[in-house]
């Protein structure tokens, strides 16, 4: 009887702790007995034939790394049926029964499309956004949150040195998570998210003035990137207050470094179920962490789920930090 064959890919955004969801797929479904492959540069390694076979070695010494050692891009010829069809088809050329898909939403659309293509997919939230709505954790949070709290830790020194106020746009386009955990850890005067409507004058110059008159003569204003604005932001701060205000965008940095602890446990929880149901014969589900737990859900019950914003901890973070 011939071994199972399964591959792994990584798609969209790169995260830290991806590499660590690699290295637990492939040991895991060697020690099944499967052989595995790596699929470069995403779904368009599936177009390509850009796939290599596999072995305990070709994971060595990834654990800590950031990035993706296969790679990541995204594919505009696999949105297209004949794109999804010629991935398949390249799938079954090569014996590929199965494939775990590492990354956000847009690649778990993907990998529904290559499971009805008839090639089983398991999804493995990967994202420092923390976005995905079936999934209380994604990979790659922790590291962009310990990231993005280091560098405003060094920007709030120049801050105080100066009693300016900083404006530091985190990630996040469409989830404030990162902008309001990072701004509770760094005791920032405001926190702007895209889930929470907000006016300037109550939500941001009003709690600076509350908060000179006990004293404090230095900010920190934390803007999700989905609000966008920042330089502005701090225009409008400047010339209203008459506070020297500096606007900061943290950007791409904040998807780099070696994972923490936790992305590395997580990523290694999560790719290690990716093949338990894979062995079973199982697709169309994502692999996610509801109560510290890790479980799976149907991909296309998982895509149609509402996100919830921690509106209770955005009020505790309003309370706290003045």
């Known amino acids: 009887m011939s071994k199972k064959k399964i591959a792994v890919l990584t798609s969209g955004g790169d ?32 177009l390509n034939g850009d796939v290599e076979q596999m072995n305990l070695r070709s994971v060595s010494d990834i654990i800590g790394n950031g990035g993706t050692m296969l790679y990541t891009a995204r594919s505009e010829e696999f949105r297209t049926l004949e794109g999804q069809k010629k991935a398949a088809k390249h799938c079954n050329e090569l014996g590929i029964t199965g494939v775990v898909v590492i990354g956000g939403d847009g690649s778990f659309a993907g990998a529904r499309a290559l ?9 493995v939230p ?8 079936c999934s209380e954790y994604t990979i790659g949070f922790d590291t962009a949150m310990n990231t993005a709290i280091q560098m405003i830790d060094k920007i709030r020194d120049t801050a105080q040195s100066h009693d300016r106020c900083s404006v530091v746009e985190v990630m996040g386009r469409r989830c404030g998570d990162i902008a309001l955990q990072v701004g509770i850890a760094c005791g920032a005067t405001a926190i ?14 009003a709690r600076i003035i509350d908060t000179q008159k006990t004293g404090k003569q230095h900010f920190v ?3 999700a990137e989905g609000v966008g604005g920042v330089n502005d932001l701090a225009k409008y701060i400047e010339r209203r207050l008459g506070i020297e205000t500096r606007a900061t965008i943290l950007g ?19 790719g290690n179920r990716a093949v338990e149901l894979l062995a079973q014969g199982l697709g169309n589900r994502v692999v996610a962490m ?13 895509l149609d789920m509402p996100r919830v914003f921690d509106k209770e901890l955005y009020e505790i973070a309003k309370t706290i930090s003045i």
């Open 252 to 270: 791409h940095v904040q998807r780099g470094g070696s994972p923490t602890v936790r992305d590395r446990v997580v990523a290694s929880m999560m």
């Open 221 to 223: 204003v934390i803007v």
């Open 192 to 205: 702007l998210v895209p889930e929470v409507n907000y006016d300037i004058e109550k939500d941001v110059i």
């Open 15 to 46: 995260a830290p702790g991806m590499n660590a969801a690699v290295r637990a797929v492939v040991r895991s479904a060697i020690a099944k007995g499967m052989d595995v492959y790596g699929v470069y540069r995403g779904y368009n390694g599936l």
């Open 126 to 133: 990967g994202t420092i956004d923390n976005d995905i709505a």
């Open 290 to 302: 509801r109560d510290g737990k890790i479980v799976d859900f149907d991909i296309t019950e998982a």
């Open 115 to 123: 499971t009805n293509a008839g090639v089983n997919c398991i999804g």
